[in-house]
């Protein structure tokens, strides 16, 4: 007997073929848990259902959800600019389709991201530059884009003296 019939005849029964179908269903659940979107460089589309601060947003992308740090900024904690920082963000995203491109991941699992608007009422739009751009949060002093697009967006929003720069000297 060729190990081909042993097969065949072991999948034969009924109960043998749907212990092994249910064996082999959790082994493609656990491989597609492991093949969720989570390297770098990985893109992955979806709603925002919270908005927890200006810098951090939880990501709906259907199966599941991210939580997602906005790569490259640091935005307010105190108020009063932390609430106004908080609300700029929630009507920029809350409840819109967006799109995350993944830097990488915090030690607590959470992602640290790209966060694009990907709505037609809105546009497309880096989250991270408009909110450097309106002064509700300044870029990391380690991190820039490849054209240096968030620290340009600084330089005008410390030019136009608006959020955190509208006492501070430039």
Do not use: C
Request: no cysteine.
């Amino acid at each position: 007997m060729t190990s081909f019939e042993a097969w065949r005849g072991i999948l034969a029964s009924a109960s043998t073929r749907r212990s092994v179908l249910a064996r082999l269903g959790l082994v493609a659940v656990a491989f597609g848990v492991r093949i969720l979107p989570a390297d770098a460089g990985d893109s992955v589309y979806g709603k925002i259902i919270e908005v927890r601060s200006a810098d951090v947003v939880v990501l709906d992308y259907g199966a599941g959800q991210y939580v997602i740090h906005i790569v490259g900024i640091d935005a307010p904690k105190d108020e009063p600019l932390a609430g106004e920082a908080k609300k700029f963000m929630t009507d920029l995203v809350l409840g819109k389709n967006v799109r995350m491109r993944i830097e990488s991941r915090a030690e607590n699992g959470d992602l640290i991201a790209l966060l694009s608007t990907d709505d037609p009422a809105v546009g497309v739009r880096d989250v991270g530059i408009e909110l450097v751009k309106s002064g509700l949060a300044q870029r990391q002093r380690a991190y820039d884009y490849k054209y240096g697009e968030l620290s340009a967006a600084e330089n005008e929003a410390k030019k136009s003296k608006r959020g955190l720069w509208l006492t501070q000297p430039q």
